[in-house]
């Protein structure tokens, strides 16, 4: 029987499209491989957030060359962000006439039809829908950790960031009944997952019915018996509601930790971006949020060099981030995109001064998460075991409830449960400990 390799470039939605066309290519009887050498079916699955994922996946395309001149055979699939984007698609099915299957991110329930056609017709299928149709419920799904899993509240954005391609490659905004949320997890959670991660561009505007807000589907998973952790991102600061930060305090399930991206400390930029909150509103739920739940660690997205940004402004960011002192944060170099409003500002910021303002910024943050973690030494914390370390053979990995990544020596037998960890050293990016 075929093989099939799958690489995935985006988030953790495309991450989870990806557990799904793994979970149907199995239910056709295939086996995965983590070489693409020995695959029968390459699928590359794409982001397009910005201009090196681009860049990284074409790369990775034209090896691929190679191996469809010496085993004709070889089916060579690519969907995701980039393919909703009809320049793209043009210049794959110019330059890389190798690829056999293109389908994107609103029918990824097609490829195992789209695959048949390949089979039995040899004839290319370009299979791209312009907008999501109705949500596409009960689509298998191979996980890539046992004890975890991602879970998709909706679909697309409605937000329109003036830097942002996602609106465009992931259409508008479509909520998940609440009955097939909670149908997931609980099944999830029969399957041996303890922690579910609930995915959507912005789950603070969830709208599964008229009764049930995003609050309320957290109220609702924090009763299902088994379900230890709940996690969710991303939440964007403009309509995080009271309830919200409520259920950090009532709901036990839920963890003390989230990702709440701020952009830019600048509110002029902020305003620029189309973020729709500024500096003080952001500094002010904050505060809200660590006066109702303390321990709270917090994650953020920030990027330096959108048009028009000045010294002034970038200092702006340097301020917030010293005032907010995130947990972690992931730090961008604005990327233009095509198609969207900010890309056509004539006032594009010179690459030398991105890449200066980009390594301040990312020393301050890393000088903060060092401290922070610095400050947990001594601390016991409950981990989730998710598996083997990357650090080294007899290490685990698992995270704590406010998601930090500890490394300690364990049994394997472990993997998939939560234990107590007393954090003997905190590095910049993650923590080590030993298990008591
Ligand atoms: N929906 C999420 C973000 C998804 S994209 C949210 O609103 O928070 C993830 C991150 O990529 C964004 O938060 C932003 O910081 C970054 N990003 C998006 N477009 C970008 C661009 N054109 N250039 C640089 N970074 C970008
Ligand atoms: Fe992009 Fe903004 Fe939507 Fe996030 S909220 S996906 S940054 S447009
Ligand atoms: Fe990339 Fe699409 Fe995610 S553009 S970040 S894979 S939604």
Known sequence: ???????????????????????????????????????????????????????????????????????????????????????????????YPWVDIIFGTHNIHKLPELLTNVMNEKERQIDVWPEGGEIVEGLPSKRLFSCKALVNIMYGCNNFCTYCIVPYTRGRERSRKP???????????????REVMLLGQNVNSYRGDEKTDFAELIYRLNE???????????????????????????????????????QSGSSRVLEMMNRKYNRDQYMELVDRIRETVPEITISSDIMVGFPGETEEDFLDTLDLIERVRYDSAFTFLYSPRKGTPAAEDPDQIPEE?????????????NGISAEKNAAMEGRVEDVLVE????NSIDALA???????????????????QIVPVRITKGKTFSLEGELI
């Open 179 to 193: 009955e097939n949320v909670l149908n997931e997890v609980k099944a999830l959670v029969s399957d041996g997952v």
């Open 398 to 416: 698992g995270r704590t409830d406010g998601f930090k990544l500890v490394n300690f020596r364990g049994d394997r037998s472990l993997i998939g």
């Open 353 to 365: 001064i991105k890449h200066d303002r980009f390594n301040r910024m990312v020393e301050l943050i």
């Open 387 to 390: 598996g083997a370390s990357k």
């Open 1 to 95: 029987m075929r093989k099939y390799f799958i690489q995935t470039f985006g988030c953790q939605m495309n991450e989870h499209d990806s557990e799904i066309i793994a979970g149907m290519l199995e239910e056709k009887g295939m086996t995965r491989t983590d070489a693409a050498a020995d695959a029968g079916v390459i699928i590359f699955n794409t982001c397009s957030v910005r201009e090196n994922a681009d860049k990284r996946f074409f790369g990775t395309l034209g090896q691929v060359k190679k191996k469809k001149k010496n085993e004709p055979g070889t089916i060579v699939c690519v969907c995701g962000c980039m393919m909703q984007q009809q320049h793209i698609i043009d210049t794959v099915k110019t330059k």
């Open 224 to 262: 299902i018996e088994g379900l230890d952790r709940i996690r969710f991102m991303t939440s964007h600061p403009k309509d995080l509601s009271d309830r919200l930060i409520k259920a950090f305090a009532d709901c036990g399930s839920l963890c003390r930790n989230i990702h709440l991206p701020v």
